[in-house]
Structure formats: C-alpha cells, structure tokens
C-alpha cells in the first residue's frame, strides 16, 4: 500500500499556504519577537537539509543580548538563516562549557536551558487546529514554556546583576585603597586577593550573569555602605522546563558548610571563644569585675566572628591573625612590698589564710603543707631581721604575688658590723665546721656566680688598661679580649643559667708568680726562737706567710673547678692578704732601719674539697661506668653479646629504686658510663636512716645478657658495692666482681656514687690550720 504525504500540508493548514493569512501572522510573529506570554509555542518548519535548529531568542530590553542570536527580521527564514543562527548557538555552546570548566557553577541553569533544546529537543505539544491557535494543550501533556525572549522571563533577573557591579566596583575600589595604605604585606596580600575576586566578580555582574552573595568578599569595618539586597539574595532559579529537561539545579550552598579549612577554623574560634568564657567565669568567682567584663568582650567578639563565617571565604581568612588563646586567668594581687621583709611577711600571712581555708573544709594533707611553707617564710623573716641573707630561691613560691624586692643589709646589722673589731677566731667545734661546710655549698647560687664573672671581667679590663699606659699593646689587647669573652657568661647568669667558673681564666691581680714564692730574707729559721735576732724572725714569717699564699692558692683552684664560687672568693682573699703581708715583710727586711712589725697567728677553717655543690642535697648520682671480661652463657660468642646492668638501690626499704642501662653489644666488656639520679630525701628528712641501710645492705648490680627470639634475658652475675664508705666521704667509686650466689663467675661490674656531701658526721671534711695575720 502506497501513501501519499504529498496533500498532508493542504489537509492541516489549508490549500493556500502563501496567502493564509493567521500563519503569517504567526510567522511575523516568530521574526520579530511579538509572541505573547500566555501563547502556546508554534512549531517552525525546519530546513531541508540541516539538522533541528533552535528558536532564536527575542532581544530583551533589559540586558544585552547575546551575539549573533537576532533573528532576521525577514517574513521567511531561509536554510542559510537557520545554519547561521546553528552555528552561533554551537559557539555560544562551547564557551559556555569553558565557563564550567573554570568552575563558574552559578551559570549552570542558564547555560543548561541554552543547551537542552540543541542535544535533546523536547516533544512538542498537540499542533492545535486552526480555529483554535492559542488553546492551551491538553492536561496530560506538561505546559510549555514561555518564550525566552519575552519580558516576563527576563525582568526578573535582569536588575539584580546590575546593582551587584555597582556594589562590588566599589567595594573594589575600598579594598584597593586599604592596600596601598597597608605596611603589613600579608594583610596587603590578602586586600589584593580581595580586590581581584570583587574585579572578578564586577565583570561577571556585568555581563548580565548572578553573582552568588557567599562569593562576594566581607565588608570591612571602613566600609560603610551596605551590601544591596540583591547581593545577599541567592539567584534567581530558572524557569520551569517541559517534562523531557534536566530538572533545576538547587542554588548553592554557602562556602563554609563543605569546606574543611572554614570547619578548622570555626573550630579553632569555638574552642579559643571557650577558653575566654572559662576565664570570665574564673574572674566573676574571684569577684574581679574588670577582668570579667574584659572576657566577656572578647568573647563576645568570637561569636561575632563565628556568625560571620556562613557569608566569608576562606581565602579572605587569615588564621594567624585570630587572637591567641588567654593564660588561665589568676587574680592580679596589686600590693607590692616596699621593703623585703614585707614582702615575706605578706607571703607568710597568705600562707597561714590558706591553711586557715584547708582546715576549715577538712582537708588536712594541703593545711600541713601550707603550714610548712609559712614556716619557712617565718624562719626567713627572722634571718632577714638578724641581718643573715635570705635564699629565695629556698623558699616555697606564690605566682600571683609580684616578685620580692632585693635584700638589704639592715642600718643596725651593718653599724654592728662595721664598728665591731676583728678579735681572734676561737677554735672552731664539729658542729660549727658542718655548719660552716653546708652554708658553703648552699651559697654557691646564681647571683653569686653573676657577681664573681663581673668581677674578674673588670679586673681584666683594669689590667687591660695598665698594660696600654705601659705600652705593651699586645698584652692590652689579650686582657681585652679576655675581658670580652665574659659577656656571654654574664649574659647567661641574667637569664637565671647556671655557669661554669672552672673555664673562666685567672687575671693578673689573682694570679701568684714563682718567683713571688721564692725566700728573699736571708736569716735561719731555728733561731727564730729568739726575740732579739730580727733577721731569723723576718725569714721565718716570709717562710709562713709563702707557706699560706700557697695554700690558699691550691685551695681557690680546687673550689673553682668545683664551682663554689663563695669559697673561691674566699680563698683569693685570703691569698690577697697573705701576698700584702709577704710584701710587708719583705719591704721591712730590705730597709735596715725599720722596727719588726707586729704579728699573732688565728686557728682558722679550711673546708675539705669533698663535697659537689653541682648536686642537691636530696639526691644520690650513680654512674655505671663499665663491665670487664664478662662470661657469656654457653653457646654465646663474644660478637653475640647484648649487655645490660639492672641495679637495684635498697632505701627507702620499703620500695627499693630500681632500673636498667642501655645495652651495650659486641663486646665483653662494654662501656656503659650511664648516669642515673637516684631519691635520698633531705637531711633533714631522712636523717640517720639512710646511712643505717647503707652499712648492712649493699647497691645490688646484676648483669644480664639480652634474650633472642622466644628467650628470655639470662642473668649471668650479680656484683655488690658497699656504699658505707659515704659516710666520710662524697664520692665512692668501687669495681665489684660478679658472682652467682657465693660462687665467682668471673668478671668485674665498676659503678661510681657522688652525694653533695658526706651522710655521716662531717667533722673530718674540714680541718684547722694556724694562719699568720700581720698586724699594721
């Protein structure tokens, strides 16, 4: 069966199609962009031979049209028409893909009802009848479209993009004078990036496209005009589509709600906003209502900024410029002491409150231990009205009291001082040398090291100066040199560092030639005995005075690489006189004429140099220096050992200090030289205990050989050193022989023990010496 297509357009639209006058209407209607919103869409007859072309678009008063998308104005459209108007939508096409490749996703629904109609044309409803042009399609077929030509569709959008360039050309303009007037070039840096994205932003405004209000850069507080309504509005969705389009796409989210790095940081504002809070709350408890009313502000300030963070870009957000997190807040105690003894005085009384407070709540642990530092601070009050130096650095602390003013000598104590004549020291007792060997060690303090390295930095640059008025310029320059190297020491001593006085080298003042402890006074020493011969009395007190020069200089270097700098300074004074004396003498030997000079000799102490100020007083260091010719278990050789020492310290005795060294592999007699710092409690503490467990139970060594793959460690001896010998002395050092049980094993564990200073009866660590004093 044939069918004949050829009379289908005459039984649809009439015989006479050139002179029908409706379609033309319609036609004239299609060029010129005269539909009518409420108009169903009529389909256009297509050229022969050129794929579906789309409709073109009518020109919209309200924004620029697009190029190349006018319509002819012609009653009829050619094929050359149609492939010209194909051609243009196809370009428009592809520039609109590089948009959404540059991620411009708020021009995704524009372009998508651009691009719908060229790849996926929609069914077009019923064709009405003739009579009937205008009617709507049926219920079941979804409504169509209003042209997207006509106003209605395009009044909406058309004014927002408008007000948003103005708004961001100026907002441009502000940040760009921010940055020229900024010194601060990451703030610059970030006012530029500013000012690029509100360039940016002003362009796409421009060209007639939405500007999302989440992309729009924060005001600043110099800004004062306010963002237009239209800016803070989300776009505009697109129209409805027919049934066979892609469904609207939902406007976007604001930029902090996915993004990781606006997470961390309204996080970190959270967390520093809680911190303020928590000190306000400390500050209202402590009724310190300035300080309260400071946090609040602050914290006020972070919600601010925590509100803001939904219409801010991450970009424009420098973390390093939050404010930091708050110390925990401490009520500020504004009385400051005038004098000294106020200042413990007051530290005393709050002590004694505090205890009051612990006592009434029932916690007696924290009442004894306030009641204990405000007994240290009333035995410190009492030291400082006697004129003593009091350590501070002694006593228990209290951070929210202002630092003590310095230490005075009191009038009284100074005129007792000054006005009381030197008598002959007396002999000392046991007692008073203990005391005299603790307050030695206990001296020996950051100040004191402060004063000694400015000392010898001057004495220095005195001798500096003299060897440039004698002209020996070299010798001025190496004082000088020396002198400068005291500046990193001093600098060390202010910032509370301990120095090491052993490396400082001995200026010329201190320093006591061979030929000065050479006998210039000719006279023999036996006869001595004899008042009358003056030649024989001149030599023997040049014999004695170079006797103790010598003494006291052997004893300054012992204490200086001890670090004691209290006795150093003493023993150079010692040396000063005797030297003065020796010069004395020697002057009065010389000139014939002159009378023997007065002289008596004083017992006095000469502290024993076995002790470590280095070390507190309630500690024991023990050193496990190394093991020699240790056996290892059958099948083991040498290249195989894996040494390590456990001790074992018995005190206190009912929980013994243990540990373990480092292991030492491939050899037998490794070396170890492993310091460890073991508890023995203050003098005062532990008393005579300590010394009874170390005489009956000895510092317990075992040396293990590391175990392999499924073995355990294999104990191959156990040495024991006796440590009763710290009775009397500081140090002990001992090689214990390795044995299990009774029986030798071979080999040979050493370990060293320091304390501060001798546990038992310390009356051997000094000794008394007649010391010849001259009398001027």
């Not at 006593?395 to 005075?408: I, M, T």
Request: hydrophobic letters at 40%; aromatic letters at 4%; charged letters at 25%.
């Amino acid at each position: 069966v044939s069918m004949d297509f050829s009379h289908m357009e005459d039984a649809v639209y009439g015989g006479d199609l050139e002179n029908d006058q409706e379609l033309l209407a319609e036609l004239e209607a299609l060029a010129g962009g005269g539909i009518a919103a409420s108009a169903a869409p009529v389909r256009r007859p297509a050229a022969p031979a050129a794929p579906p072309a789309r409709r073109a678009p009518a020109p919209v008063a309200a924004a620029p049209p697009p190029p190349k998308r006018q319509a002819p104005a012609q009653r009829e459209l050619c094929a050359a028409d149609l492939e010209r108007a194909l051609r243009a939508d196809v370009a428009d096409a592809d520039a609109d893909d590089a948009q959404l490749e540059d991620g411009l996703e708020d021009e995704l629904a524009a372009l998508m009802g651009e691009e719908e109609e060229v790849e996926e044309a929609p069914r077009p409803p019923p064709i009405p009848a003739r009579s009937a042009p205008a009617a709507p399609p049926p219920s079941a077929t979804p409504p169509a479209l209003p042209p997207r030509g006509s106003s209605t569709a395009a009044a909406a959008p058309a004014a927002h993009p408008h007000q948003q360039a103005g708004y961001l050309r100026r907002l441009g303009d502000h940040y760009a004078k921010m940055q020229k007037a900024e010194t601060n070039e990451l703030k610059a840096n970030r006012y530029k990036r500013s000012v690029d994205k509100c360039r940016e932003l002003e362009k796409r405004a421009a060209a007639g496209r939405p500007v999302d209000a989440a992309e729009i850069p924060l005001a600043p507080p110099g800004f004062a005009e306010a963002a237009p309504a239209a800016a803070a509005a989300a776009p505009p969705a697109p129209a409805a589509r027919p049934a066979a389009s892609v469904p609207t796409p939902a406007a976007p989210e604001p930029a902090a709600v996915g993004d990781p790095k606006m997470q961390q940081i309204k996080q970190l504002l959270t967390r520093r906003r809680d911190l303020f809070v928590a000190n306000a709350k400390a500050a209202v408890a402590a009724k310190d209502k300035a300080a309260a009313q400071e946090y609040v502000a602050a914290s006020k300030q972070f919600d601010e900024a925590i509100g803001a963070l939904d219409a801010a870009s991450a970009e424009d957000i420098d973390p390093a410029e939050i404010p930091p997190s708050p110390p925990p807040y401490r009520k500020k105690i504004t009385m400051e002491a005038a004098t000294f003894e106020e200042g413990l005085q007051k530290r005393k009384a709050r002590f004694d409150e505090m205890a009051a407070d612990c006592k009434a709540k029932g916690d007696d642990r924290r009442c004894r231990m306030h009641q204990r530092a405000a007994a240290s601070y009333a035995d410190a009050i009492k030291a400082a009205s006697r004129g003593q130096t009091v350590e501070v650095s002694d006593l228990p602390p209290y951070p929210d009291f202002p630092p003590l003013p310095k230490q005075q000598p009191t009038s009284a104590a100074t005129a007792a001082v000054a006005a009381r004549p030197k008598p002959p020291a007396a002999a000392p007792s046991s007692s008073s040398i203990a005391a005299s060997v603790a307050a030695a060690a206990a001296r020996s303090g950051v100040s004191d090291q402060l004063a000694f390295v400015m000392e010898r930095q001057r004495q220095f640059k005195v001798a500096a100066l003299a060897a440039k008025n004698a002209g020996n310029m070299e010798l001025a320059k190496k004082y000088l040199t020396d002198a400068k190297g005291f500046d990193r020491m001093i600098q060390a001593c202010n910032a509370g560092l301990n120095v090491d006085i052993s490396k400082t080298p001995i200026p010329p003042q201190v320093s006591t030639s061979k030929a000065t402890l050479q006998p210039h006074v000719e006279g023999e020493s036996q006869r001595a005995s004899t008042s009358d011969d003056r030649d024989a009395i001149l030599a023997t007190l040049e014999k004695d005075l170079i006797t103790q020069v010598t003494v006291a200089e052997n004893n300054r270097l012992r204490f200086t690489r001890l670090g004691d700098v209290a006795k150093v300074r003493q023993f150079e004074e010692w040396a000063k006189t005797a030297k003065q004396d020796l010069i004395l003498v020697r002057e009065v030997a010389r000139r014939g004429g002159l009378r023997t000079p007065q002289f008596h000799r004083e017992q006095r102490l000469i502290p024993s140099a076995d002790f470590f100020p280095d070390l507190a007083e309630d500690v024991m260091e023990m050193t496990i220096i190394n093991a020699v010719d240790v056996p290892l278990p059958a099948g083991y050789e040498s290249e195989h050992a894996n040494l390590y020492v456990k001790y074992t310290l018995p005190y206190p005795t009912d929980a013994p200090q243990t540990g373990k060294t480092k292991y030492a592999a491939g050899s037998r007699s490794p070396n170890w030289n492993e310091t460890i710092v073991l508890q023995i409690g203050s003098k005062k503490a532990r008393g005579s205990k300590l010394m009874r467990v170390l005489k009956r139970l000895p510092l317990k060594l075992e040396v293990y050989q590391k175990g392999g793959f499924l073995r355990s460690d294999k104990l191959i001896g156990t040495g024991e050193c006796k440590l009763d010998g710290l009775e009397t002395k500081a140090e002990v050092e001992e090689g214990a022989p390795l044995k299990e049980g009774r029986k030798a094993t071979g080999g040979v564990v050493s370990a060293r023990v320091r304390v501060r200073e001798p546990l038992g009866d310390t009356k051997g660590a000094a000794r008394t010496i007649n010391w010849l004093v001259i009398d001027v």
